[in-house]
């Protein structure tokens, strides 16, 4: 499904969701348009990129793809890194702390990558965009150490990774209407993934001196309106999430033993 969250002066956002069939965990993939360029965020692996090249395809010439962006290095966000850089020749722009493990997910890395990756530094940068620009925003440890996300200044529109995921089994895409409902489906996941209040807090206070109309999550549903992000911003920066929660249970010598399947018998 796509869902068109910005269409304006020839500049476009679009969401992709439900590509993931079967049992892998389903993720939003974006696509901005701006006149003759294109960007693509968070690709996915193997499960997302048949339908998500097919769909693009429809609207633009592949091949003149500008940029492939990653928040971070996860298998829901780019494992299909091989096939994005042999189709297409958009420059590949991630954190510096996983430009150097891109090679284990490209075969015949140096053929495909000869000045294509452009390394993020900690504090961020600019990335031209035709007369525009996209803003990689520092998000280190929410929840990867070399964690970014990305700001399109037209639209206004945030790409925020795994902050504001949802765990939502229907309506992927779909704007969030009632806060303190939606809470339940990503209070679990924002507590184990992110890494302290003191993280949550500091980005909360960046992205409050943006001006920013719509914040858009890797997983689920996005957070549309001024008033809407204010509550998500007020909930998301008072979470004791991370290492706050933690304490010695969590780190004991294991009891349990293993219930391994049986193996089936070679023929």
């Known amino acids: 499904m796509s869902v068109v969250l910005y269409d ?10 439900d590509l993931v069939t079967g049992e892998g965990i389903q993720s939003n993939q974006f696509f901005i348009t701006h006149g003759k360029h294109a960007a693509l965020f968070d ?22 793809l500008d940029y492939v962006i990653a928040t971070h290095q996860d298998p829901d966000i780019i494992t299909s890194l091989d096939k994005w850089l042999m189709y297409t020749s958009a420059h590949v722009a991630i954190s510096r702390l996983w430009d150097r493990f891109l090679p284990h997910l490209v075969p015949g890395y140096r053929g495909h990558e000869q000045g294509r990756i452009v390394s993020i530094p900690d504090q961020g940068i600019r990335l031209p965009f035709g007369d525009s620009e996209i803003v990689a925003l520092p998000a280190h440890f ?3 150490v070399g964690n970014f996300h990305f ?10 990774g795994d902050v504001g995921a949802s765990l939502t089994d229907d309506e992927h895409g779909r704007a969030v209407r009632d806060f303190d409902k939606h809470v339940k489906k990503m209070q679990g996941f924002h507590e184990r993934y992110m890494v302290s209040n003191r993280a949550s ?13 719509m914040i858009v999550p890797q997983h689920g549903r996005p957070f549309i309106g001024k008033a809407m992000i204010e509550r998500f911003l007020n909930w998301f920066e008072q979470l004791e999430c991370g290492i706050d929660l933690v304490n010695q249970n969590f780190y004991r010598i294991p009891q349990a033993t293993a219930k391994v399947p049986t193996r089936p018998q070679a023929a």
């Open 201 to 213: 807090r500091l980005w909360a206070n960046m992205v409050r001196s943006l001006d920013v109309e």
């Open 151 to 160: 700001y399109d200044p037209i639209s206004k529109v945030l790409f925020s």
């Open 142 to 144: 929410l929840h990867s």
């Open 8 to 17: 304006a002066n020839g500049h476009t956002v679009r969401l992709f969701t």
């Open 43 to 64: 690709p996915g692996g193997q499960l997302t990129y048949q339908p998500l090249y097919s769909a693009l395809s429809k609207l633009i010439s592949i091949k003149n």
